[in-house]
């Protein structure tokens, strides 16, 4: 079996850090490598400390090196998910509090993300501008971050997932790529499998555009047909029956856009009826009141 250490030693290259940035705080950087190499064993909560500062839990650990289920940072994003969705403005604040304090306290660029993608729930919240304030410091260090991971996991799928919203289309389009392709490695477990299957919906939707830019020049057509193209690499599973409805109207979208009006129109009622056929009716008028914009807009 491989050694924890050397386990720790693929993550922390793929996530970015040198030995003395991870060392940094908890241990020397000689007993760092000594575990690495499999030449020292280590306490439970000098090795709770380290997977702390590489934004791992404990069981996305065994994940990575005994084919695991991660566990506590699902847990993380459901709380922030659901602080969200609730418009807990104070919990959302609360929670980037915790992530300053950890950022001071390691100076590591993954706590300071975490603020980030938190800032922008925030602001969505509170009714304010998405992009209001943002430093183009802070999306440089997203961007980094995410361009520097050379195996893409749960973590990074989701901070991406995130904080997508206040990039330039042109980021969306490399990071979406690279997104999907630096998360095949763990693309047999289900949740990963999720997070790049919505994230290159959300592509495809945020390089649409606005319905009421409908009429307007298609800029990204060529990248939009290569993330469809992506979709069906992956094949969505047959259970996933939302998603592959989804993705049919995200189709008919796509035609409308390009000026396809028959086309575009048949396969998004199509969605509709099959959502309306299994009782899902707050996602069919969802989609009606989407394609009655669109029909507004292009007339």
Not at 12 to 40: H, N, P, Y
Request: net charge negative; proline share 2%; aromatic share 12%.
């Amino acid at each position: 079996m491989v050694p924890y250490g050397e386990t720790l030693r693929q993550i922390r290259v793929q996530k970015g850090l040198t030995m003395k940035e991870l060392a940094d705080g908890i241990c020397s950087v000689s007993f760092l490598s000594k575990f690495e190499r499999g030449d020292s064993d280590i306490t439970l909560g000098l090795f709770t400390k380290i997977l702390e500062k590489l934004m791992l839990s404990f069981d996305e650990f065994l994940y990575i090196h005994n084919d695991y289920m991660p566990d506590q940072l699902e847990q993380f994003f459901k709380n922030v998910s659901t602080a969200y969705f609730n418009r807990n403005s104070a919990q959302l604040k609360h929670l980037k509090k915790q992530e300053i304090e950890k950022w001071e306290k390691y100076r590591i660029d993954i706590y300071y993300c975490n603020v980030l993608m938190l800032q922008v729930y925030e602001r969505i919240v509170d009714a304010k501008e998405i992009d209001e304030n943002v430093d183009k410091e802070d999306v440089k260090i997203l961007s980094n971050y995410l361009f520097s991971v050379e195996v893409w996991g749960y973590y990074e799928l989701q901070l991406y997932s995130a904080t997508m919203l206040f990039l330039e289309p042109i980021m969306v389009v490399h990071l979406s790529k690279t997104a999907y392709e630096k998360s095949i490695r763990y693309r047999s477990l289900k949740k990963v499998n999720e997070a790049i299957i919505a994230i290159i919906m959300n592509t495809i939707v945020y390089l649409l555009g606005p319905v009421n830019r409908f009429n307007e020049k298609m800029e990204y057509r060529k990248e939009i047909s290569e993330f469809f193209s992506y979709l069906e690499t992956i094949a969505l599973p047959e259970s996933s029956l939302l998603e592959r409805v989804e993705l049919l109207h995200l189709k008919g979208a796509y035609e409308l856009r390009i000026g396809n009006r028959e086309e575009g129109i048949a396969k998004i009622q199509h969605a509709i009826q099959i959502l309306s056929d299994l009782g899902s009716y707050g996602n069919a008028t969802r989609i009606e009141k989407y394609l009655q914009q669109i029909l507004d807009c292009t007339k």
